[in-house]
């Protein structure tokens, strides 16, 4: 039996799972984290942070394309990516903040082990070198892998996912991305900027399938700039190897030449630490959790990817918060109620040139409730100055609300740096401001910002920098 | 010229209140504004502030002294100025003569009755920031609200919890927030009014005025309801007759306010007011007509009721009861009615007992109207009959005049030709 005792064992050292063991520790728990890999979990090893270091480089091809217009001379405007730099310069992003969590995780007093776990019992985890700790209470934070689909040839070696691809040593010249979502679009925005070819194979009907209409239209349109084929409704059907490159063949009869094929369908839950030797429930290969993140064993929580719930970093930092709270009252280390996971107000962000953000339901969804009587208000950021000084005229922001009491029911942003003000929508939904609150607020200019107030302010027929 | 301050009359029930301490003597310099004395009336106790600037002169009655309203009880004018000679002992009858005029009837809605004691700062406060006084506890030596209840008493809630427990009338005071400090957000309001578990709704103005009303009627007056049917084919025979002549739709409503009207008009008694001391037979007919609204009962009066026709009784109706349901009936509508009328014939309701609204003498309730077989000659035929429901004061009428009164209406409504005349 062990002779190590913990408070808390934290499998995986990802967004929910490095932010609870460090509120867990910083409230008094004894706590060991175990990564198999190193810390950040897959946003910041190979998600979010890795994929924005090469949207960064996006933004300087844009500019430079740019520069003549602004009268910018460049002697020789063509250009070519060195992907080894590249890849380097994006490890050293990385690796920085890794440090920072590694940091974090040291200062907060967590035993941080780089090992693989499993859960052997109740109270019993088991490391890859044989160790076993006993511990009060566990937060399963194992995150997710990159899933597969069944396609004819899919082991060929121009066949890559989402991790590999950001560690490639050559441009591709022609990409196939198997997946219009979120991840299959921003790689279909760096490789094309860099000045791969790219096709888009994507089954459903549109790209970005369950964000707004018109936010999709706008990033379309900027792929489509940067000639990216996009087959919607299709599928691969299957996948024929060559000696320099691959051939797919298409449900739309057509077939493709391409020298890297990306696979960026869905995620799924990694259930690794989960053991025959202990039960813990699963529903359709994801952790089963409650609202305030227990899983079907009172002691034993979860948060982050690994409950399929929500597969965003953000979401994983609020449960990783929530789920430690939760902990430490069951350790006694708080005397405050429980905390629920709320996921009703998430915000999701897609990056290109471009960008678009959204929270809330849609105008369509929003329809859909009957309960309301809705009023949008869309101002265009070709009426915002900051958008137009940068040279983007496209895009807008729009608020989904409701007339009776003015409530935001959603915010749809596309354009110019727009991530960027979503924030203000979530805290505006989350704490109920309406629209009347964010029209009344002074909103600095020049800012993207401003057209958020502006939209609000078409809801309630208060804009002066549109309509009439 | 030297001012009197007189005893304030706060709401129209109000006929006395007693000093409870004056905050000046005779000789203090004080201004407008300025607290002078505590006052308790029927329902509350009250700072007085004064209306005027000046030396006070003569407080006129002693701590503890109870004082008609409207009687001076202290003069303010300039140091040494003479008060009035006369002024000072006002005469106990002078007193109750000027009430028995005052006793004009009793309004429904009266914004003066819930005045809440509040210190000038505090009132201003709560007005800027929207907040109703009535919501406030008070910590101020008299009781009365400061500025700072107000700031403490400020409820927490969000922008969108606020609008949506205002238009729900749901009391944001009775609701523990869930959010930061106890802020109430839009999920503590839907706990409230989720099926399981009790819904706390606070009283509006209306209904709080009408529930104490209808309490002090059914408590202090010996009341009596009577049915009496009455065949309604020749009404409804000649309403229909009206309309397809004239095109006046007229309702079975305006019949039977007209024929109260009339019936009042041969039946005195029923348009008085008991004032304790005396019937008064009311000079004017005036019909208040109950009118069901978002905020509660509120009784609307077309005045003169017994000079109008059928059909200005239906315009005038009409345009009442728009306004009453928008809140937009003028103080005076709502005050002075002589006798009152409630009609749930639309529920379907066949009987019922309505409650007086003081002072007046009888209230009369209009039934449905019901198709019932009778033996006309012999002959089995339908008829359609209704039940009027009047409940009287047996203090100002007894059966006898109560059911010669309800004959008359009957006969009226029977025969209504005779009302077009």
């Known amino acids: ?468 | 010229m030297a001012e009197p301050i007189i005893m304030p009359k706060s709401g129209m029930a109000m006929e006395e209140g007693v000093i409870i301490e004056w905050f000046v003597k005779e000789g203090d310099q004080i201004k407008e504004g300025d607290v002078i004395a505590q006052i308790e009336t029927d329902k509350t106790t009250m700072d007085l502030e004064s209306d005027l600037t000046g030396t006070v002169l003569k407080l006129l009655y002693s701590d503890g002294t109870t004082v008609p309203v409207t009687l001076p009880i202290a003069w303010i004018g300039k140091k040494g100025e003479a008060i009035p000679a006369a002024e000072g002992t006002a005469k106990k009858e002078e007193v109750k003569e000027v009430l028995q005029e005052e006793v004009k009837l009793p309004i429904t809605i009266s914004s003066s009755s819930t005045k809440i004691a509040a210190t000038p700062a505090a009132k201003t406060v709560a007005s800027e920031k929207g907040i109703d006084l009535a919501t406030i506890k008070p910590t101020g030596k008299w009781g009365e609200i400061v500025k700072n209840d107000v700031l403490a008493g400020e409820i927490k809630a969000t922008a969108l919890a606020k609008k949506v427990a205002s238009d729900q009338s749901i009391d944001l005071a009775e609701i523990e927030g869930s959010g930061y400090q106890k802020k109430i957000y839009v999920r503590d309001l839907q706990r409230v009014t989720t099926a399981t578990e009790d819904r706390r709704v606070a009283l509006t103005n209306i209904q709080k005025i009408t529930g104490k009303r209808m309490l002090e009627s059914v408590l202090t007056i010996p009341q009596v309801t009577e049915d009496i049917s009455v065949k309604m084919d020749n009404l409804l025979a000649l309403r229909e007759e009206i309309f397809e002549q004239s095109g006046i739709k007229s309702s079975i409503n305006d019949f039977i306010i007209l024929a109260t009207a009339r019936a009042l008009e041969l039946h005195r008694r029923l348009n008085s007011v008991f004032d304790n001391h005396a019937i008064i037979e009311k000079g004017e007919i005036n019909i208040g007509v109950a009118v069901a609204t978002d905020r509660g009962l509120v009784v609307p009066h077309i005045k003169n009721t017994n000079t109008h026709t059928l059909a200005s009784i239906n315009s005038v109706t009409k345009d009442l009861i728009v306004r009453a349901r928008e809140g937009k009936l003028a103080l005076e509508e709502l005050s002075g009615s002589t006798f009152s009328i409630s009609n749930v014939g639309m529920y379907k309701i066949t009987s019922f007992t309505p409650i007086i609204n003081p002072p007046e003498a009888a209230i009369l309730g209009v039934n449905t109207i019901e198709k019932v077989l009778a033996l006309v000659d012999g002959n089995v035929r339908e008829k359609s009959v209704m039940r009027l429901s009047l409940t009287f004061d047996h203090r100002i009428v007894d059966g006898a005049e109560a059911s010669q009164f309800l004959l008359t209406l009957v006969d009226f409504l029977e025969n209504p030709l005779r009302l077009l005349i």
């Open chain 1, 1 to 468: 039996m062990s002779n190590i005792k913990k408070d808390i064992v934290v499998i995986g050292g990802g967004p929910a799972g490095y932010i609870g063991a460090i509120k867990a520790a910083r409230l008094g728990a004894s706590v060991l984290l175990a990564e198999k890999k190193q810390v950040g979990g897959t946003c910041l090893n190979i998600g979010c942070i890795p994929t924005k270091y090469f949207v960064q480089s996006v933004h300087t091809i844009s500019a430079l394309r740019n520069g003549a217009s602004r009268g910018i001379e460049i002697t020789d405007p063509s250009f070519t990516i060195d992907m080894k730099k590249a890849v380097k310069g994006k490890d050293k992003t990385v690796k920085r903040l890794v440090k920072g969590v590694e940091f974090l995780l040291n200062q907060a007093k967590v035993e941080t082990v780089n090992q693989k776990a499993t859960i052997i019992g109740k109270n019993l985890v088991k490391l890859e070198d044989g160790t076993v700790i006993e511990t009060k209470n566990i937060l399963i934070a194992s995150g997710s892998v990159s899933a597969t689909v069944p396609i004819e040839g899919l082991d060929s070696p121009f066949v890559v996912d989402s991790e590999k691809i950001l560690d490639l040593e050559y441009l591709p010249k022609k990409l196939a991305i198997i997946g219009g979502g979120v991840i299959g679009v921003e790689f279909a925005s760096i490789f094309s900027s860099f000045g791969s070819e790219v096709t888009v194979i994507e089954a459903l009907p549109s790209l970005l399938n369950g964000f707004d209409e018109e936010q999709v239209e706008v990033l379309s349109k900027g792929l489509k700039k940067n000639k990216v084929t996009v087959y919607t409704s299709t599928t691969v059907t299957k996948i024929e190897t060559h000696t320099d490159e691959a051939t797919l063949s298409l449900s739309n009869g057509k077939s493709l030449n391409s020298d890297l094929i990306l696979l960026a369908v869905k995620r799924k839950a990694n259930l690794s630490p989960l053991t025959d030797e202990f039960k813990i429930k699963t529903d359709k290969n994801r952790l089963v959790i409650n609202e305030y993140g227990v899983t079907s064993v009172d002691n034993i929580y979860g948060g982050g990817d690994v409950t399929g719930l929500n597969m965003l970093a953000h979401v994983a930092y609020h449960m990783g918060e929530a789920v430690a709270h939760n902990i430490c009252v069951d350790l006694g280390l708080l005397k405050t109620p429980k905390q629920k996971i709320r996921l009703d107000i998430v915000p999701s962000v897609v990056y290109s040139d471009l960008e678009i953000a959204s929270v809330g339901m849609t105008e369509k969804e929003a329809a859909a409730t009957k309960k309301y009587d809705i009023v949008v208000g869309k101002f265009p950021l070709s009426a915002n100055g900051r958008s137009l000084s940068a040279d983007f005229s496209e895009g807008f922001v729009k608020v989904v609300s409701e007339r009776k009491y003015g409530q935001i029911l959603g915010v749809f942003c596309a354009g110019l740096n727009v991530s960027e003000i979503i924030g203000e929508a979530v805290v505006a939904m989350q704490h109920e401001l309406t629209v009347y609150e964010i029209a009344d607020s002074i909103h600095a200019h020049p800012t993207i910002n401003e057209a958020l107030k502006e939209a609000a302010a078409i809801c309630i027929g208060q804009c002066y920098h549109w309509g009439s």
